[in-house]
């Protein structure tokens, strides 16, 4: 029995009062950031001085004294709803998920592995480029001065920041060059490009043999017309909500149930909601960052897992929900990701209105391609890119984009597994490409690419303040698929 639900007991008793069967499961169900003790108290407080009550607190007596956000939820189902939601058939298509995928090779002969495969499915972008047939190997460099650049196309080995340039060391199959950039746009551009990433030099090189980057960029997207449903559809992009943490904001994300619910407002959007995503991080996790135990409320995995399933459940069926973990998960940590396992939310692999997935998944929903990544590698990012800060988060996505790959860095905070093939390339353009794990709701468009970072329902924790982190908890970005436009709900101020 939990000590909340004892220490309720106690104080009935100690007031001459008992509790009912049913009252007690009602208060077991609780969520624990409601204090049954003072629940309780206040139930008996109501009962004093009527003669006509017996000496039992019953489930009722509970349900007059909860707040007035729960009892919605609670009554959510049962209570008429101000609007009907549209039938609108459902139209989706999980076009890759890694869970089924995934096929580790050990050691040394693994990273050779997954190298090449990342080389190669690159390559394979870059080539559909009209300038590619000028590419030539590196060892078929000529290093005599000249007015006419030649180009290559390679894994970046090392960056150096330097105050008046940036110098690369590129490889490819037939060898490695070391390039500097003196002159923007050069410069910048090589600023922001990712160690292990594919890049393309124009070269140069001096009467000293020094091989000069006239310019230099990555493998990135063409710009062009995006898909778009042919219905007016909406979608809810979210991520990390953190449950089990002492600062997941229970009652903010109790307001978006209802909203979802229609007992907000929002008709004409609410009843046309066909699809929810959800970007990883669904609990905070044990032992993820120093001292964490500090900021838990919930110490049991399990038990963290029941508490965010039982909040997923409140949601309407007719939303179609999709579900990949991120590091805060019970989940392989390695990139890329199954599936949180069945054993630790078997209640959300019951529901048929949920899918679980890897991370990262390809979506296609009404028409349109979605990419749905936790988003881990923009801590690398943001660490490796002057300038760069969590608060604009689109921004590093956008370098991510550019890149073609959603975790080029290896050897950084990211963990990459030594897979066979690489399924962090981004093969396939997306129209939209979600994220989470900065904890900054943030959006962006590149060339036609909705870019959305959907925040957290994460207050600030002491590791973040000492991170200078400052999150944008309860802002959902919610995306119209027929124009791609995109409306923020701010439920911290609703």
Not at 148 to 171: F, H, N
């Amino acid at each position: 029995m939990p000590s909340k639900i004892a220490k309720a007991i106690k104080e009935a008793l100690a007031s001459g009062y008992q509790l009912h069967p049913q009252a007690f499961d009602f208060l077991s169900e609780i969520d624990e950031k409601i204090d049954v003790v003072d629940l309780v108290l206040k139930a008996v407080q109501s009962k004093l001085g009527n003669s006509d009550q017996q000496n039992i607190i019953v489930k009722e007596d509970i349900e007059k004294v909860l707040p007035p956000s729960f009892k919605e939820i609670e009554h959510a189902k049962a209570e008429a709803k101000p609007m009907a939601p549209e039938y609108i058939e459902p139209e989706f298509e999980i076009v890759k998920d890694p869970t089924s995928d995934i096929s580790p090779v050990e050691g040394l002969k693994g990273f050779q592995s997954l190298f090449r495969s990342r080389f190669e499915k690159l390559m394979k972008i870059v080539r559909k480029r009209p300038d590619s047939y000028q590419i030539r190997q590196i060892s078929n460099l000529k290093k005599e001065s000249s007015n006419s650049p030649q180009k290559i196309a390679g894994l970046v080995m090392s960056k150096k920041i330097k105050r008046t340039y940036v110098e690369l060391t590129v490889d490819d199959e037939s060898g490695k060059i070391k390039a500097v950039a003196l002159e923007d746009p050069a410069r910048k551009n090589a600023s922001e490009i990712c160690l292990d990433q594919l890049v393309i030099l124009d070269l140069q090189f001096s009467k000293r043999g020094l091989a000069i980057a006239k310019d230099v960029y990555s493998p990135d997207i063409p710009d062009r017309l995006p898909n778009t449903s042919k219905k007016v559809v909406y979608a809810v992009f979210t991520s990390d909500l953190h449950v089990g943490s002492k600062t997941f904001l229970l009652d903010v994300f109790n307001r978006f149930l209802l909203w979802l619910n229609g007992k907000m407002g929002d008709d004409l959007i609410v009843r046309r909601l066909k699809y929810m995503i959800i970007g990883g991080d669904l609990v905070d996790g044990i032992g993820i960052y120093p001292y964490q135990d500090k900021e838990l409320e919930e110490t049991n995995i399990y038990e963290q897992c029941k508490k965010v399933a039982n909040l997923i459940e409140k949601i309407p069926k007719h939303i179609q929900i999709f579900i990949i973990p991120g590091n805060h998960d019970p989940a392989r940590q390695a990139l890329p990701q199954p599936a949180i396992p069945k054993k630790y939310v078997d209640q959300l692999y019951s529901m048929e209105n949920v899918k679980m997935l890897g991370n990262p998944v390809y979506l296609n929903l009404h028409g349109v391609n979605v990419l749905v990544y936790h988003g881990r590698s923009l801590d690398d990012v943001v660490a490796m890119t002057p300038g760069l800060t969590f608060s604009n988060s689109t921004l590093a996505m956008r370098i991510l984009l550019k890149a073609r790959h959603l975790a080029p860095i290896y050897g950084g905070r990211t963990p990459i597994a030594p897979e066979k093939e690489d399924h962090l390339v981004i093969e396939k353009i997306p129209d939209i490409f979600h994220a989470g794990h900065t904890h900054t709701a943030d959006v962006n468009i590149y060339r036609n690419t909705l870019l959305i970072n959907s925040g957290t329902w994460q207050g600030q924790t002491c590791y973040q303040l000492n991170m200078g982190l400052n999150p944008t908890p309860g802002i959902v970005p919610i995306v119209n698929l027929a124009t791609l436009e995109v409306t923020l709900r701010n439920f911290t101020s609703m």
